[in-house]
């Protein structure tokens, strides 16, 4: 992550099945029981988080990141603020 080196995962979901993603780390966090880590995915052209018990394969492709660490953090915050906004709005709507 400090280093902003993308890295190529094989990653299983909750059905066992792996795909390959090329993601650019940069956070990681805990939740709950599981401990995640924040990328952009290649694959998805997004945000996603990842749990680290479910990544099956890692390699550094040795590639940096086209975007720094600190600017993908900042658009990621915003855009769960974004998420969250619209949210409540459909909720209080709905109420």
Sequence with gaps: IRKEIKLRIGYRDDAGQETERVIWP????FFEQH?????????????????????ATLAATGERAPRRR??????????LDAEAS???AETAARS
């Design 35 to 55: 401990k995640v880590v924040g990328a952009w995915c290649e694959l998805r052209n997004d945000y996603r988080h990842f749990r680290l018990d479910r990544i």
């Design 26 to 29: 940069f956070v990681i966090g």
């Design 70 to 79: 600190h600017a993908m953090l900042k658009e990621w915050r915003e855009k």
């Design 86 to 88: 619209r949210w409540r």
